[in-house]
């Protein structure tokens, strides 16, 4: 593992660093496959209407796939950023990274509660179980990227502090969005829905501020 005394840029840095790097990717990638197994082909249709309807009928697994696919997605793009800063590793880094990678793992199974109440007398469980744990995924996020700033020093010498200062402070901004999302989820299911939508479309823009 690299240390704190690990020269920047020495190969020893960039390969642990890569295979953190890696291992995470492997992790997003079966969470993100996983969603999409949560999708059946309906089966019993007899005629190609009932076909049609019961495709109709899974309206809800395509919109939790749709929003759950582009939060991880969105996810990983900025885990990809903060670890174009983030040159060395250490051994709390890297639990902080496993502890944001349970989180996420996990978020095809509350996906597939929300998507199976949905529409149904039950859907406030479900609708509740899918914001919240959006809320814990984010704040896990956030204990990662505070963890790496608060030693920017030791992992990320040579970054310039403004490009540090513009990653937390959109990371700032996501679990007090996603508490409001929670909270709303106890209200309306569609207000809580559009607002973690909005969400993972908000953190498609880039980072203000420079590399280096």
Do not use: K
Not at 29 to 37: C, G, K, M, P, S
Not at 96 to 115: E, G, R
Not at 140 to 169: D, E, K
Not at 184 to 212: C, H, I, K, N, R
């Amino acid at each position: 593992m690299a240390t704190e005394s690990t020269p920047a840029g020495t190969t020893e840095g960039a390969r642990d660093t890569y295979r953190l790097e890696a291992f995470s990717d492997g992790v997003i990638a079966i969470a993100i496959t996983l969603l999409i197994i949560e999708i059946h082909v309906p089966e019993g249709a007899a005629s190609a209407a009932e076909m049609w309807e019961a495709l109709r009928g899974l309206w809800p697994n395509y919109l939790g796939y749709a929003i759950s696919f582009a939060t991880i997605g969105i996810m990983w793009a900025n885990h990809h950023a903060i670890f174009r800063l983030i040159s060395r590793t250490d051994h709390y880094l890297i639990l902080t990274n496993l502890f944001f990678l349970l989180c996420l793992a996990f978020i095809p199974f509350p996906t597939a509660v929300m998507t199976e109440t949905l529409g149904h007398a039950n859907e406030r469980v479900g609708i509740v179980a899918y914001s919240g744990w959006f809320l814990v995924t984010a704040l896990a996020y956030n204990v990662l990227w505070r963890y790496a700033s608060s030693r920017a020093a030791a992992l990320m010498p040579g970054v310039n502090p403004r490009a540090i200062q513009s990653i937390t402070t959109r990371f700032r901004l996501g679990p007090p969005a996603y508490a409001v999302a929670f909270a709303l989820s106890f209200v309306s299911t569609w207000a809580s829905l559009g607002l973690l939508l909005l969400l993972a479309l908000a953190y498609v823009l880039p980072y203000a501020a420079p590399e280096g």
